[in-house]
């Protein structure tokens, strides 16, 4: 797992906990099973770009919430 894996795994489980989303949720949404979903909030597997912007869609939040803030 990449440091980048791990920071945007940890948003997105933010994002979900905010939004009150459960895994299920989150699967149905991407037509995954919650196994998969559940591998990507831990960081064992990436989430993908179409992934991220489904779930930006699905929440109504900018794709920008998904990643990790630039360090100045």
């Known amino acids: 797992m990449t440091d980048g894996t791990a920071q945007i795994a940890d948003k997105t489980r933010g994002v979900a ?9 989150i699967a149905a949404t991407l037509g995954i099973s919650r196994q998969a979903v559940n591998a990507r909030f831990t ?16 929440t109504d939040l900018p794709v920008s919430r998904f990643f990790p803030e630039r360090a100045s």
């Open 17 to 25: 906990a905010e939004k009150r989303l459960s895994q299920e949720t």
């Open 43 to 58: 960081g064992k597997v990436p989430f993908t770009a179409p992934e991220i912007l489904t779930l930006a869609e699905a």
